[in-house]
């Protein structure tokens, strides 16, 4: 696997939500940790993993599926399951959804 890593200024998640899911392919892993300074993107058509913390900037290029895979399993086993929105109705009832994790994982039999 191929790990670049860098120091980046003046950006924030938000840049790379939109560079990123906007533009290049990626979809936004879901944590508990989410916030302006923090994020996690996968790209599974080129099993890319890129993380942004606080200016530090990770990009894990996985060289096949197995490998990529299993990073998968890493993430979803460090992060947890965490809901990505909650909803109350009128009666104080919450609703919580979650990502369904099982989407970034390829399948080569499909």
């Known amino acids: 696997m191929k790990i670049t890593e860098n120091f980046v200024v003046d950006r ?7 560079d990123l899911c906007f533009g290049g392919g990626y979809e ?4 508990d940790q ?5 994020g996690v993107w996968v790209n599974k058509k080129t099993k ?7 200016g530090d900037e990770t990009i894990m290029q996985c060289e ?3 490998e990529y ?11 947890k399951e965490y809901p990505s ?9 919450v609703t919580r959804y979650y990502q369904n994790r099982e989407h970034f994982f390829i399948n080569d039999a499909a």
């Open 34 to 38: 989410d916030a302006y300074y923090f």
């Open 85 to 93: 929105m909650s909803g109350i109705d009128m009666d104080g009832n």
């Open 28 to 31: 936004q892993f879901d944590t």
């Open 69 to 79: 895979n299993n990073e998968i399993k890493k993430l979803c086993k460090f992060y």
């Open 48 to 54: 890319t993993i890129v993380t942004y913390a606080e």
């Open 64 to 66: 096949n599926t197995e």
């Open 12 to 18: 924030d998640r938000y840049y790379y939500d939109y």
